[in-house]
């Protein structure tokens, strides 16, 4: 059963920092590009950040370059988001969310910006405020 569980979201003061992290299970990690897409209150889904299959390239919204940054340890099928100077609008739902490599596409810096994801995570709430 393809899996992938959030955990690290909570209440932080702005200017703060989160460290959210995403496990994954049940399929080949190391072959799936990753996100992290938000929602905050009463808004629609947001890509926030992208990861290579590999690990070997990111990408971010404008809204959190600078900010944030994602990373993802293949031999711990795990994706990670550090999250610093966070601000109020930064508030939302987290959910890490993966697509299968598509074929041909290079595994060193393919990444998908858009919401159809193979898999999702059932998220992670982000608070910030004071």
């Known amino acids: 059963e393809v899996q992938l569980v959030e955990s690290g979201g909570g209440l932080v003061q702005p200017g703060g920092s989160l460290r959210l992290s995403c496990a994954a299970s049940?399929?080949?990690?190391?072959?799936?590009?990753m996100s992290w897409v938000r929602q905050a209150p009463g808004k629609g889904l947001e890509w926030v950040s992208g990861?290579?299959?590999?690990?070997?390239?990111?990408y971010y919204a404008d809204s959190v370059k600078g900010r944030f940054t994602i990373s993802r340890d293949n031999a711990k099928n795990t994706l990670y988001l550090q999250m610093s100077s966070l601000k109020p609008e930064d508030t939302a739902v987290y959910y890490c969310?993966?697509?299968?490599?598509?074929?041909?596409?290079?595994?060193?810096?393919?990444?998908?910006?858009?919401?159809?994801?193979?898999?999702w995570g059932q998220g992670t709430q982000v608070t910030v405020s004071s």
């Open positions: 990861i290579a299959s590999s690990g070997g390239s990111t």
């Open positions: 969310a993966g697509l299968a490599l598509p074929v041909g596409a290079n595994s060193n810096t393919y990444y998908y910006a858009g919401l159809d994801y193979d898999s």
């Open positions: 049940g399929f080949t990690f190391s072959s799936y590009v």
